[in-house]
């Protein structure tokens, strides 16, 4: 996907999860690796039902800002992800309040927040875990979810997300699209 393509998706995919309610005021960020290698995610603070092309932040594979507004605090987690498993090409984080409640009320247990209720759930969304609170840009959350994804790697069991504990779901996949549906399913 290139720069101008990538751009208008996330702007698409914003505008889709905000109109349907899984993303409210400035909660939640999309990035999309290019295949020059470089990242365009949203700005922080940026709601993401109103968002502008130009202003999506492109960094450089060093983790250096060549343009744009701001990028969103969370650009750590997203290289994490993206450094962790080459076949993800789009990361999607947002502050679902189901989710968020689910992280309040009690998960299943913290390798999996739910258990596999269909055999579709499983195959579409695959393994979720539990990460422990940390505040929104701690890197450490970078580090538990890479350790995660390796995790996964070497049992076998495949994860497309990880549910932060009071923050709302992660999800990634090998396009906007793809991981837009992982966090439908979720």
Request: aromatic share 4%; hydrophobic share 40%.
């Amino acid at each position: 996907m290139n720069e101008s393509q990538a751009r208008a998706e996330i702007c698409r995919i914003g505008t889709s999860l905000y109109m349907r309610g899984y993303v409210h005021a400035s909660a939640g960020n999309i990035s999309v690796r290019l295949d020059d290698g470089n990242i365009l995610i949203t700005p922080t603070d940026a709601c993401l039902g109103n968002l502008v092309p130009q202003e999506l932040a492109l960094i450089n594979s060093g983790g250096e800002q060549i343009n744009g507004s701001p990028a969103s605090k969370t650009v750590l987690l997203h290289r994490g992800i993206y450094s962790a498993n080459n076949q993800v090409s789009c990361v999607i984080h947002t502050h679902a309040s189901h989710l968020v409640s689910l992280s309040i009320r009690g998960i299943w247990n913290e390798a999996d927040i739910l258990p596999p209720i269909t055999p579709y759930y499983v195959m579409k969304v695959g393994h979720i875990p539990f990460i422990s609170y940390r505040r929104p840009g701690d890197p450490e959350v970078a580090t538990m979810v890479i350790e995660c994804i390796n995790k996964a790697i070497k049992t076998g069991k495949p994860i497309r997300g990880v549910l932060l504990d009071r923050l709302g779901p992660v999800v990634w996949h090998q396009s906007p699209s793809m991981a837009s549906a992982v966090l439908e399913e979720l």
